[in-house]
């Protein structure tokens, strides 16, 4: 069988943790700043898991990570 390829803009958004579960950066940090509360962009700093619906098709693409 054939090697698979890796989505390069998904192997940049995600990362698999040690017991397999897939950790993803939040959204809406990057600019218009200004408007959004302190409170709201201390929480988008941290990062979070992705969603069990939702990691049947990261992992399909990221094969290898």
Known sequence: MPKLK???G???RF???ASGAIKRGSSHRRHIL???STKRKRHLRSPAMVHPSDVRAALRMIPYC
């Open 15 to 17: 990362v698999r943790t």
């Open 6 to 8: 890796t989505n390069r």
């Open 10 to 12: 998904a192997a940049k």
């Open 34 to 36: 200004t408007k959004k």
